[in-house]
């Protein structure tokens, strides 16, 4: 299999901790893309229309995207068991919509901030970004605290690699601060040799 990587990419890191965590990274081979929304750059736009990394080739079937469409077939190929059968699923997918919808957030923030022409640029744009990241990281806190506790799951992977995301790109938002619960949730996560080996300035 090939996969569409680049390591500051907090949805390729997701797909790469997955195959930490399964011992099969050795079942991909890494193939480097970059660019951004006014330049495609070396990213698969003949593999995926919508440009976007990560995403899979397969030997016996079309190319997979998006995150979460090649996690759940990874997760079958190698019986990763990081989905676990309903009714549990429906907390896990939710949990991994919540941490993808802060990466996503926080990449458009980059892209805004580092893209687009700076006379163009919107500061009140960016700060709805940020709000949709404070309202989930508040979540985040508050109600999910128990099932990040609980067993390893790809809906705590998702916000693993979103933290760290911001973390990457956006530390002078210090989201620790006003997370203490999350924030030592992170602290240990982000010690899981899978999460370490991915790590975007790793
Ligand atoms: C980044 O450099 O922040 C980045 C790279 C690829 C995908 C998303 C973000």
Same mark, same amino acid.
């Given at each position: 299999m ?15 901790? $997955?195959?930490? +965590? ?8 890494l193939?480097?893309?970059?660019g951004?929304?006014?330049? %495609?750059? @070396? ?15 397969? %030997? ?6 998006? #995150?979460?469409?090649i @996690? ?11 989905? %676990?059968?309903? %009714?549990?699923?429906?907390? @896990?997918?939710?949990? +991994? ?6 990466? +996503?957030a ?5 892209? +805004? ?17 940020w #709000?949709?990241?404070? &309202? ?11 099932? $990040?506790? =609980?067993?390893?799951?790809? =809906? ?6 979103a ?12 989201? &620790? ?16 040799p899978?999460?370490?080996? @991915?790590?975007?300035?790793?």
């Amino acid at each position: 299999m090939r996969l569409y990587h680049a390591p500051a990419s907090p949805f390729v890191r997701k797909v790469m901790v $997955l195959l930490h +965590e399964a011992d099969a990274v050795d079942r991909v081979t890494l193939i480097p893309a970059s660019g951004n929304p006014l330049d %495609p750059g @070396t990213l698969p736009v003949d593999r995926n229309p919508l440009g976007k990394i990560p995403a899979l080739e397969r %030997p016996d079937g079309p190319t997979l995207y998006d #995150s979460r469409v090649i @996690t759940r077939y990874l997760d079958d190929l190698l019986d990763a068991r990081l989905y %676990p059968a309903a %009714p549990h699923l429906w907390d @896990t997918l939710t949990l +991994e919509a919540t941490g993808d919808g802060i990466a +996503e957030a926080a990449v458009l923030m980059r892209y +805004e901030a580092h893209v687009r022409p700076e006379a163009t640029r919107s500061p009140a744009w960016i700060e709805a970004q940020w #709000s949709k990241i404070a &309202r989930s990281l508040a979540a985040l806190e508050e109600r999910w605290q128990s099932h $990040l506790a =609980g067993p390893l799951d790809m =809906g705590q992977i998702a916000v693993g690699c979103a933290l760290g995301y911001l973390d990457f790109r956006h530390a002078d938002r210090d989201w &620790r601060a006003t997370h203490p619960a999350l924030a030592a949730w992170h602290a240990a996560f982000a010690d899981r040799p899978a999460m370490r080996a @991915t790590a975007p300035d790793a």
